[in-house]
């Protein structure tokens, strides 16, 4: 596996373009980078949540130890799922990166996270929290299945997921 920063998904992607067991997985171009890290990567962890980010929350104030965090929003475009506080939580617990397939929100506070965040949009509504969710379940993200411990790598070209080998 490539180190946590010397990588191109780009050059991923032509290594393992002939792969079709499943192992190596391209997120679809869903997403906009808001941290201040346009590049990362980490073994990931998941959240499946709608419309509230109680594990979100929960995920980002634990230590990250370098891994990603995959929240599964749904898509969902109503609620934001992290903000300035949660990835300033991130970026302290050494989280690598936060991917929301669903909202997020201001912008100028994840950009002075020293920590990477995509995801699909931003709205200023906040979350709901009903302390609902589910952590470290496998999620799909625009149809690309993610699993939990999963390797997930993020530049300015887009992001694979590979299976842990």
Not at 61 to 82: Q, Y
Not at 118 to 138: C, F, K, N, W, Y
Request: hydrophobic letters at 40%.
């Amino acid at each position: 596996m490539p180190s946590a920063t010397n990588f191109s998904t780009c050059d991923l992607c032509d290594e393992h373009k002939s792969v079709s067991d499943g192992s190596f997985r391209v997120l679809p171009p869903l997403f906009t980078d808001y941290g201040a890290r346009r590049k990362f990567s980490g073994p990931v962890t998941t959240v499946q949540c709608l419309d509230d980010n109680s594990r979100v929350r929960e995920a980002v104030n634990t230590p990250g130890e370098g891994r990603v965090l995959v929240v599964d929003g749904g898509g969902s475009l109503r609620r934001s799922l992290l903000g300035g506080n949660l990835a300033a939580a991130a970026a302290r617990n050494g989280w690598a990166g936060v991917v929301v397939h669903g909202a997020v929100r201001d912008k100028a506070e994840l950009a002075a996270s020293e920590v990477g965040i995509s995801a699909m949009a931003l709205i200023p509504m906040p979350t709901e929290r009903r302390d609902q969710g589910l952590r470290d379940v496998p999620v799909h993200i625009g149809g690309v299945p993610v699993l939990p411990g999963d390797w997930l790598y993020a530049d300015e070209d887009g992001m694979v997921v590979m299976a842990r080998g």
